[in-house]
């Protein structure tokens, strides 16, 4: 279903805190959609910039997420690793309304362009 530019993902539910969801993209990496245990909801590309790690399969913890090959910690706000490593990972805006998770679709579509995998 669009809702202007958005595209709906599915309900909140479908997402328990502290874990993610991941969504493929036609010709890109697969999103992740992550739920933090404080409610908030993020959306990135589903590898880490170090060694492309599922990042949708670390830990969460406030709004980062920990990498679960070498424990690279990124931020689920802006997608940039913390401390001492240096890289980012896109962001993809999202927003809920009546119970639904929506993406922004022109954001999506981005992020399949600049993808590694993009042919």
Known sequence: MMYGDWLDIGPIDQ????????????????LAIFRTLGGEFFAI???CPHKR???SQGI???????????????????G????????????IPLKLDAG?????RSAVAAAAQSS???A
């Open 100 to 104: 639904r998770i929506y993406l922004l």
């Open 116 to 118: 590694p995998q993009a």
């Open 80 to 91: 940039r690793a913390l401390g001492g490593d240096e890289g980012c990972v896109p962001t």
């Open 15 to 30: 997402i328990e805190a502290g874990t993610a969801r991941t969504l493929p993209v036609e010709g890109a990496e697969e």
């Open 60 to 78: 969460v913890h406030g709004d980062v997420v920990t990498c679960p090959l070498h424990s690279w910690n990124i931020s689920l706000r802006s």
């Open 45 to 47: 590309v589903n590898a």
């Open 53 to 55: 790690g599922p990042l």
